[in-house]
């Protein structure tokens, strides 16, 4: 008999990430991959450093002094908290534990490529819900909702789209569910969300038995580097997560510096304020040079380029990489037309608007 894998491990396109590098420039401004211009706090530094006397033995298996500390800056239970390395570790442990052969994960398209990995890693099969206008209508994911759903993934705020949910939509959503199904809220980005009608999913898992939220240090707080994430679950689906992740998933090290850096909300806070600001400007001014900018509730915007000769995100992309400005290009995401912009620095905001002005002009 021939070694093969299980159904659906062949059909995974494997996740590309934001790029790194643009050979030839002299200097390079990443704006592809949503990091934070901040970077970490100074606090979380120190105490990633401070760390290295502990080296040389295994940390505690549950992750409990980050769980703590996450409990008690929300208000939360800790034995309802499991910690990951990065929250994408939970979301496919989610899909490990919960998706049988056969069974429907759903998702929007123009989402995180993660769903879809985690679906057909695990035989299942991966529905995902259209969003002509790259906003999710609730109406269209219950629409698809079946008996065989075992999970039902919703980013929010989006990426790429930087769209959102409203709560009383996500309510709607969870209320249309079958108890057998599971409602994951992915919130990566919600720190940077300023709206009134937004919630990132603590009271919907405080209310019910089958909500998730997953929760990242690696955005808004700048550890993307040493991937630490974490989930608010109902009792019994910690019971279960704790059962399948890998022991010590979370390293002492960097379980020290999300602590500290959660504790520092006078960074957190100035990140935030930097991001409405910038935000803002970004819009407003490349709106004006007459390039398509849908409305954002994230730490990125999403650039819709003409399909015209010269002028598309192909063309633009090369322009820019040239320059060392380096956005995320969308392809993966099945949106050929459009470059994602991290929100970066004043001086990179300042630059890459300067290089798309002058990619406009000469095209």
């Known amino acids: 008999m021939q070694l093969s894998p299980k159904p659906g491990v062949m059909d995974i396109e494997a996740y590309v990430p934001g790029r790194s590098e643009a050979k030839g420039a002299a200097r390079i401004f990443k704006l592809s991959s949503n990091e934070s211009p901040f970077g970490p706090s100074p606090n979380a530094v120190t105490a990633y450093e401070t760390a290295e006397s502990t080296l040389g033995i295994y940390p505690e298996g549950t992750a409990r002094i980050l769980r703590e500390a996450i409990a008690a800056h929300y208000g939360l239970a800790a034995d309802r908290i499991v910690c990951g390395n990065g929250s994408d570790e939970i979301l496919t442990l989610l899909a490990n534990a919960y998706v049988n052969p056969g069974d429907e994960v759903l998702f929007s398209a123009h989402a995180f490529s993660l769903y879809k990995i985690a679906t057909l890693a695990n035989s299942g099969v991966p529905i995902e819900v259209p969003t002509p206008d790259l906003t999710l209508h ?48 992915d919130a990566a980005y919600a720190e940077y969300v300023q709206k009134n009608d937004y919630e990132a999913g603590i009271e919907l898992v405080s209310t019910t038995s089958n909500v998730v939220m997953t929760r990242t240090f690696s955005k808004v707080y700048g550890l993307a580097g040493i991937r630490v994430g974490w989930a608010y679950c109902p009792k019994a689906i910690a019971d279960v997560l704790h059962r399948i992740r890998a022991p010590f998933n979370v390293n002492i090290a960097a379980q020290r510096a999300a602590v500290a850096a959660l504790a520092d909300t006078g960074h957190t806070e100035r990140a935030i304020k930097h991001n409405d600001t910038w935000r803002a400007w970004l819009i407003e001014h490349i709106r004006a040079l007459g390039l398509r900018v849908d409305d954002s509730a994230a730490n990125f915007i999403l650039i819709h380029f003409p399909d015209a000769q ?36 004043e001086e990179a905001n300042r630059v890459a608007f300067a290089a798309l002005q002058e990619f406009l002009a000469a095209a």
Do not use: W
């Not at 820019?320 to 290009?329: K, N, Q």
């Open 310 to 345: 010269g002028r598309r995100a192909t063309d633009a992309d090369r322009f820019l990489m040239a320059r060392g400005i380096i956005m995320r290009a969308c392809t993966s995401y099945e949106l050929p037309n459009c470059l994602r912009l991290t929100v970066g620095s």
């Open 138 to 185: 609730i109406d269209d994911m219950i629409a698809r909702v079946t008996e065989k759903t075992r999970l039902v993934y919703v980013a929010n705020p989006n990426n790429p789209t930087a769209s959102y949910v409203p709560v009383s939509e996500m309510r709607r959503l969870h209320r249309a569910l079958p108890q057998s199904a599971i409602l994951v809220i």
